[in-house]
C-alpha cells in the first residue's frame, strides 16, 4: 500500500529552527509537496521536490532523498504565524497525490 | 497567480436542503479540479477528481448520486452536497491544477458546511 508518516505534532521557540521529517512507501514518484495549513483555513502550497537535494524558500527550505523515501521541512528563524499543520503530499507513477495526515506545529514564545 | 476561488466559504442550512458549492480557478485554466473533505482535527480526504467535460472519479466509500460534481468547464466545477444531513457537516474544500502532473494544487479557502 502507499504510506506517508510524518510526526502528529512538535513544539518549538520562537526565533528557533524546527525540522519537520516525512517518510513516504509510494508506487511510484513524481515529486513531492509541502504545505501549509493554518486552523479552520484551506493548505497553501510551500514547495516542491522532484530531485534530491535542498530547495532554499527564505526562511523555509525542503530536502528530498528519493533513495531513502525521505523528505524535510525546514523552517528558520520561527515565528509565532508559523504555528500551523504542515502537510507532506508524494505524486505517485498516476499523478495521483498521496497525502500525510499532516505535522502539527506548536510554537512558544 | 494560481488563484482558486470557492463560494460559499459558510453556510448552515435545515436538513433534507440540497447545497451547491463553486469552485473557480481565477487565472488559468484548471483541466483538473479536487473536491476535499476535512473533519476537525483530522487530515485532508479526497472525495473526487474531476476532469473537464468528464464524469468525476470518486474515491471509495463516497457516494456519487449524494455528492454530485459537474466541471462543465476549464475554470468552473460545482459539488452539490444532495439531502445534506448533520452528518454531511464539515470543511469542504476545493483544489485545481492546470494540468501538468508536477504542477501543484490550488486550494480555494474552503466552504464551511454546518446542517442543522
Known amino acids: 500500500g502507499q504510506n506517508i508518516d510524518q510526526p502528529t505534532e512538535m513544539t518549538a521557540t520562537e526565533g528557533a529552527i524546527v525540522q519537520i521529517n516525512c517518510t513516504y512507501q509510494t508506487s511510484g514518484f513524481n515529486g513531492l509537496f509541502w504545505y501549509q495549513q493554518h486552523a479552520g483555513e484551506a493548505p497553501t502550497f510551500l514547495s516542491y521536490n522532484v530531485l534530491d537535494g535542498l530547495e532554499e524558500k527564505g526562511r523555509f527550505s525542503s530536502f528530498l532523498s528519493r533513495s531513502k523515501g525521505y523528505s524535510y521541512l525546514l523552517l528558520k528563524e520561527l515565528q509565532m504565524k508559523d504555528s500551523a499543520s504542515y502537510l507532506c503530499a508524494v505524486l505517485d507513477s498516476n499523478y495521483q497525490l498521496i497525502w500525510g495526515a499532516g505535522t502539527k506545529l506548536i510554537i512558544k514564545p | ?116
Open chain 2, 1 to 116: 497567480g494560481a488563484v482558486v476561488s470557492q463560494h460559499p466559504s459558510w453556510v448552515i442550512c435545515k436538513s433534507g436542503t440540497s447545497v451547491k458549492i463553486e469552485c473557480r480557478s481565477l487565472d488559468f485554466q484548471a483541466t483538473t479540479m479536487f473536491w476535499y473533505r476535512q473533519f476537525p482535527k483530522q487530515s485532508l480526504m479526497l472525495m473526487a477528481t474531476s476532469n473537464e467535460g468528464s464524469k468525476a472519479t470518486y474515491e471509495q466509500g463516497v457516494e456519487k448520486d449524494k455528492f454530485l460534481i459537474n466541471h462543465a468547464s476549464l475554470t468552473l466545477s460545482t459539488l452539490t452536497v444532495t439531502s445534506a444531513h448533520p452528518e454531511d457537516s464539515s470543511f469542504y474544500i476545493c483544489s485545481a491544477t492546470p494540468g501538468t502532473g508536477h504542477q501543484p494544487q490550488h486550494f480555494g479557502d474552503g466552504t464551511r458546511l454546518s446542517i442543522l
